[in-house]
């Protein structure tokens, strides 16, 4: 079992940048796939970004490929989303998610590619 907590939410302008981060607990997250998937208001939960086990492979959703970047720090059992030229449609609860299973391309998007899931730090509006 692993425990995912997310931190970095805050208050931006548009344009600007943030980062957010996924601790691990009870597990090292060197043999998880991580992911980064946010939910709008009244909105689905949508995939945002993933990254392999090694760190070598990403992928991101086309909304923010170019400006979001994941990465991972498995010897601190972290994964990071960094958010620059942030829009205000980026607003959203964001969600981090682990995996044992690998993934690669569009089998990381589903929610259901991931078993454990963190409860989110809300990014607030960016306009």
């Known amino acids: 079992q692993v425990q995912l907590v997310e931190s970095g939410g805050g208050l931006v302008q548009a344009g600007g940048s943030l980062r957010l981060s996924c601790a691990a607990s009870?597990?090292?997250?060197?043999?998880?796939?991580m992911g980064w998937f946010r939910q709008a208001p009244g909105k689905e939960r949508e995939f945002v970004a993933a990254?392999?086990?090694?760190?070598?492979?990403?992928y991101y959703a086309d909304s923010v490929k170019g400006r979001f970047t994941i990465s991972r720090d498995n010897a601190k059992n972290t994964v990071y989303l960094q958010m620059d030229s942030l829009k205000p449609e980026d607003t959203a609860v964001y969600y981090c998610?682990?995996?044992?299973?690998?993934?690669?391309?569009?089998?990381?998007?589903?929610?259901?590619?991931?078993?454990?899931w963190g409860q989110g730090p809300q990014v607030p509006d960016s306009s």
């Open positions: 998610a682990a995996d044992v299973r690998d993934c690669s391309g569009y089998g990381c998007y589903p929610r259901s590619a991931y078993d454990y």
């Open positions: 009870g597990r090292t997250l060197s043999r998880y796939v």
């Open positions: 990254i392999s086990w090694s760190g070598i492979r990403t």
